[in-house]
């Protein structure tokens, strides 16, 4: 009775009223959101909407509820699942007097229970505060569902790291009972091993690209290809068209380094393209404001790396001598940069860079047919990041390179067989010795 009488006052004055109300906080802060969207505590009106139900969501989460259907069978509860919009793509309940109810309730498919829209709900407030939520009788905003106690909890896919939907167990007030949390809880779980094990191959190679990359904190970045966007926190921010984003990186020519965006206005990106058979399978996406702050009065400002005449000497000495080099340092330094205008001065044509990070996405046995071919040209060589081969990699890799020495550039060790690249001292690009640390992840692109 003091939940129904903390939601009649909250009703009828809001906050005003003397005394604090006896509610749980996150109810009440639910009570808020819901009061300042304008919902209509006394009218049920929920808008129903056409979708697809045959989302790879709904396909994945659909079989792991009905597994559980006939244990729950007598058991008063009704399950369901929505969309991350909180539109009902599949509901059950078995008990004949809880689904006359959950009727009345519009439990139903294409129906929004978007917290905006229906007030404090179980399926709304889970995907309203990104956690499981509990909403028990006269805890909901609008007095239809008071008779109904919803447990419910988001669903983060595991390969986008995104909200895809919610999973929702209803019962009547009186058979509450705290194992159902732990229900729902369990049923998400199996539904993102579910969503895992649907996602293919190069969808989680396209994870493992994007946890490899290591940009500067707070920097937007985003993997994609064309049915999968990976963002971090940054990018999210910026509401990225995956359609239009995607049918712009397919315009690029391979030798593209920055493009603009479609929809965002005063944005650019540096573009890395993974590819496969000379075919784009997917793009990583580095952005940066067009307009860059102007300096802080009496601060340098860097300068583009170059190499030192110190390393540009080894360089030139060890590709004369050996026909490749080494070149080590750390993860941003300019290494790439650096290499390139070194080689610029010595007359040698553009390069050809192969970067085993790509792998990720790539088959390596197509990488390697694209690698021996450049090889057999007369295009200078760069091997960037040799620490992503793995030690299966590495010896196919350094018996490619023994009949035309490629110049190999951040590379750990090359399985310690071509001893011709390791002529050139391993110096930082700008002439400073290598700082000994451990191994950290393979950076995105270099400092330019």
């Known amino acids: 009775m003091r939940t129904r009488s903390a939601w009649e006052r909250f009703q009828a004055e809001g906050e005003s009223s003397n005394g604090a109300l006896e509610v749980r906080s996150e109810i009440l802060t639910s009570w808020r959101r819901s009061q300042l969207s304008g919902v209509d505590p006394l009218e049920l009106s929920l808008p129903h909407f056409e979708i697809d139900t045959d989302t790879r969501f709904a396909r994945a989460a659909r079989p792991v509820l009905e597994a559980v259907c006939d244990e729950m069978t007598d058991s008063g509860l009704c399950l369901a699942i929505t969309d991350r919009n909180g539109r009902v793509l599949w509901s059950w309940a078995p008990n004949p007097t809880l689904r006359r109810g959950l009727d009345d309730l519009e439990l139903h498919q294409g129906f929004s229970f978007d917290e905006e829209i229906a007030g404090t709900n179980g399926l709304g407030t889970a995907l309203e505060t990104g956690r499981p939520v509990t909403v028990r009788g006269e805890e909901h905003f609008k ?79 985003a993997t994609l290809n064309a049915d999968v966007l990976i963002t971090n926190d940054a990018a999210a921010e910026l509401r990225l068209d995956h359609r239009q984003v995607w049918a712009r990186i397919l315009e690029a020519s391979p030798g593209d380094e920055m493009i603009e965006l479609p929809g965002l206005e005063g944005w650019t990106a540096r573009l890395r393209l993974l590819t496969e058979q000379r075919k784009t399978t997917g793009a990583i996406l580095l952005l940066d404001p067009l307009h860059q702050p102007a300096p802080i009065a009496d601060s340098p400002v860097p300068a583009a790396p170059k190499a030192s005449p110190k390393m540009a000497k080894a360089l030139a000495r060890s590709l004369e001598i050996n026909g490749a080099a080494v070149l080590r340092g750390e993860a941003g330094s300019g290494k790439r940069t650096a290499a390139r205008h070194t080689l610029q001065r010595e007359g040698q044509p553009a390069l050809a860079t192969f970067d085993p990070a790509d792998l990720a996405v790539t088959d390596f046995r197509a990488w390697c047919r694209e690698f021996a071919a450049a090889l057999a040209a007369s295009t200078p060589i760069l091997l960037s990041r040799i620490d992503a081969l793995s030690a299966d990699q590495v010896p196919t890799v350094a018996a490619l390179t023994r009949p035309r020495r490629a110049a190999c550039i951040d590379r750990r060790d090359l399985g310690r067989q071509p001893h011709r690249c390791r002529a050139a001292a391993p110096v930082h690009p700008d002439g400073r010795p290598r700082r000994r640390r451990r191994r950290g992840p393979s950076t995105l692109a270099p400092a330019q």
């Open 143 to 221: 007095e239809a569902f008071h008779s109904f106690t919803c447990v419910a909890a988001p669903v983060i896919h595991p390969v986008t790291a995104r909200t895809v939907g919610a999973v929702n167990i209803t019962c009547l007030v009186g058979d509450t009972h705290p194992v159902l949390t732990s229900t729902v809880v369990t049923l998400v779980r199996e539904v993102r091993e579910a969503l895992l094990a649907a996602s293919g191959e190069r969808e989680r190679r396209l994870l493992d690209v994007f946890l490899a990359t290591n940009v500067r904190r707070g920097a937007a970045v």
